[in-house]
């Protein structure tokens, strides 16, 4: 049952090789640009990064973006490109991934239209009109220069998550948790693994009835296209494992999950970070890079899985041993 899983899991494998190839020809890379990247020293939004004329022609290209985006940025159908929501959105991250998720995924009509000209220089307008000063060069268009800047005292208040009013109603587990591991960790690993075989670029060809076997990876094809069904399963992964938390909830043998143990918290947290890694992975259109992502990914199901699931000592009625799953 668990078949794409395991196989996708040896592909991961079979491909290390060639990561660890890539891998040492970076260092080496790396090291002869040395020099070069000595010069890009960090920098803040903040430092004056981009020209007035830059953040002129981006706001022409800007016009692509109102139908959706608000002619004040304030979002309409999209979401705001400017405030407190959106400067915590990407403060985390190097402005390289901003213009990454511009440059592949918008307009979202038109994915990946954008010149990296025409992408930088939106990105400097969106950093104009943010109440970043302008400066004397423009915002480079390279991945190293991109890189070098940050969001570095920029400050917004951290979201928090509503504290639930009084009278909200709690919603208690519905299924076992292999249920949950069955219904979603596992079709969305699956859709993710699948990268390794199938180009998320491809165009896909719908699902009809009756002519085609039903396949996870191919689910939604007609409506979704590759890299949003990608995009999709990451986000399930990452926001479905709090579910693993969720206290009363049962195992398949009747055991209490057991989330009151601190390794069964540190797993759960791993699998989060793995699944939002597979989404950062995603939005950049990068078919290896999601590949490369699955390592983490098929990591943090195993760790756990090795400690709660997998047991040796089978029965003849019971072979791999599901009454002593979920106790350590
Ligand atoms: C057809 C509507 C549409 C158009 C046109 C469009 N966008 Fe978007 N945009 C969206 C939607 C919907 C989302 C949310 C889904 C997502 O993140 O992919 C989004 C998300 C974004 C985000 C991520 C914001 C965040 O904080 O998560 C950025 C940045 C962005 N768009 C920039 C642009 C730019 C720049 C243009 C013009 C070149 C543009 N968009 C054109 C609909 C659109
Ligand atoms: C925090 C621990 C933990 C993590 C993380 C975890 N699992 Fe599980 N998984 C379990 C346990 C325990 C079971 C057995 C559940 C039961 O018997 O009710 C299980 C069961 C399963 C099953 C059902 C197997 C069967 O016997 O039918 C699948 C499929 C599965 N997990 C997939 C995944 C995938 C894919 C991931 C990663 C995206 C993942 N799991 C992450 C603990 C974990």
């Not at 760790?303 to 040796?312: A, E, G, L, S, W």
Request: glycine share 10%; charged share 15%; hydrophobic share 40%.
């Amino acid at each position: 049952m668990t078949t794409l899983f395991l196989g996708a899991r040896r592909g991961a494998a079979a491909r290390l090789l060639p990561t660890i190839a890539v891998a040492l020809s970076l260092i080496i890379y790396v090291a002869s640009l040395t020099v070069v990247l000595d010069a890009q020293q960090p920098r803040s939004v903040k430092d004056g990064i981009y020209t007035d004329a830059q953040a002129g022609r981006g706001q022409q290209i800007y016009q692509a973006c109102a139908p959706c985006h608000a002619a004040s940025l304030q979002g309409g159908l999209g979401p705001p490109l400017t405030g407190e929501s959106f400067i915590r959105n990407w403060s985390e991250y190097p402005l390289w991934d901003l213009a990454t998720k511009i440059g592949k995924t918008m307009p979202q009509t038109r994915p990946g239209s954008l010149t990296p000209q025409q992408t930088a220089d939106v990105v400097a307008y969106l950093i104009k009109v943010g109440g970043f000063p302008a400066g004397q060069s423009e915002l480079g268009v390279t991945q190293a220069e991109m890189s070098s800047v940050g969001w570095t005292g920029v400050s917004t208040p951290p979201a928090r998550a509503a504290a639930p009013a009084a009278g909200t109603p709690a919603f208690p587990p519905v299924g076992t948790l292999a249920q949950v591991m069955r219904g979603i960790l596992f079709p969305s690993s699956n859709i993710i693994f699948n990268a390794q075989g199938q180009d998320p670029s491809a165009e896909k060809t719908p699902y009809t009835s009756g002519t085609t076997a039903f396949s996870w990876a191919d689910w939604g094809a007609g409506i979704y296209s590759g890299w949003e069904m990608i995009d999709f399963a990451a986000i399930s992964i990452s926001e479905a494992a709090p579910l693993l938390l969720t206290p009363g909830r049962r195992c398949e043998n009747g055991r209490s999950v057991p989330v009151e143990r601190q390794d069964w918290n540190t797993f759960t947290r791993d699998m989060v970070s793995a699944g939002r890694a597979a989404y950062r992975a995603s939005q950049t259109r990068n078919r290896d890079a999601v590949i490369e992502s699955t390592n983490q990914l098929a990591s943090s199901c195993e760790n756990c899985h090795m400690v709660y699931r997998d047991k040796p000592g089978g029965t003849q009625t019971d072979p791999s041993n599901k009454a002593a799953r979920c106790v350590p």
